[in-house]
């Protein structure tokens, strides 16, 4: 059991559930207000499965039983209300207004970023970043949407003096992984925790002695299965927005918690490094500073 939503624990544990759990695990996510006014008869009924395995997904979300899930839902289903008494998380309909759509997106990525902060798991962000202080260098894999944030991480890390690479194309990336060892740390960024690139690339640094920290929304997937340490995202995303927006900020709300860690523990050194940095383009700007 953590700290974080149970709707994003149930997003985060979707692809390793069997399909009739997923479908308990739908209900609960598309309908937490709901579903926490329903006895386990009327849950099993709603997502076309049985009581039994209500019971496991309970069990495979850390409950003691159907009744603990009920009472956790309760206690959450406010927060996710809207004024017009539509939650306002739901799905962008068809027929939905522009100022709806709005307003679900907006809500959408807010709490992409307040979901991903309160899950995070603090005993391992630490770990990850003593590795990157302590790193020869850091090689960073991400494709797709997941390729403009591993840019934003290696154009962090380079401003503050730090030996990092981002690569998306999977050639690259692999021979540059081959070239890591134990001096090395790999970031693996992917939303679903199933892109092959990022994994294969992933894999391959491992495999040399790097330790690999991988990014991801679930933290049973394949990439977080390779990986020596996991970070977890928690973004809801929308019909029209699967990759997009909600889950890019998450993984910046990650990946700049990793990298003020690392300005943090390297205070004098990045400060340094900042007022260079800053000076070789000031000239490049039209006004004052500010």
Not at 15 to 41: F, M, Y
Not at 89 to 96: A, K, L, P, R
Not at 148 to 169: E, M, N, P
Request: one cysteine or more.
């Amino acid at each position: 059991m953590t700290s974080s939503p149970t709707t994003v624990r149930a997003r985060g544990l979707l692809p390793s559930l069997s399909p009739a759990e997923q479908r308990v695990a739908r209900v609960v996510i598309d309908e937490a207000a709901t579903a926490s006014r329903l006895t386990i008869s009327d849950l099993a009924e709603r997502a076309a499965s049985s009581e039994t395995t209500v019971i496991r997904f309970c069990r495979a979300m850390g409950f003691g039983g159907y009744s603990e899930l009920r009472l956790t839902l309760a206690a959450e289903a406010g927060r996710a209300i809207g004024g017009d008494d539509e939650p306002v998380g739901s799905d962008i309909h068809e027929g939905d207004e522009l100022a709806q759509v709005v307003k679900k997106i907006a809500f959408a990525d807010a709490r992409a970023v307040e979901e991903t902060a309160l899950q995070i798991d603090i005993a391992v962000l630490e770990q990850v970043v003593d590795l990157v202080v302590a790193a020869r260098r850091v090689d960073i894999y991400g494709v797709g949407a997941s390729a403009f944030v591993a840019a934003d991480f290696q154009h962090k890390l380079h401003r503050i003096g730090r030996v990092a690479f981002a690569w998306s194309d999977t050639h690259v990336a692999l021979t540059s992984a081959a070239l890591l060892d134990d001096r090395d740390v790999a970031f693996g960024i992917s939303h679903t925790g199933t892109t092959t690139d990022t994994i294969e690339a992933f894999a391959e640094a491992g495999k040399h002695g790097a330790r690999t920290v991988a990014l991801t929304n679930f933290p049973k997937s394949p990439i977080a299965r390779a990986a020596d340490h996991v970070l977890t995202t928690a973004a809801r995303e929308t019909t029209f927005r699967s990759g997009a927006m909600a889950s890019r900020l998450a993984q910046l709300t990650v990946i700049d918690c990793v990298f003020v860690g690392v300005a943090q523990r390297t205070y004098r050194e990045t400060r340094a490094a900042l007022d260079v940095t800053y000076d070789a383009v000031r000239g490049r700007r039209t006004g004052r500073r500010g």
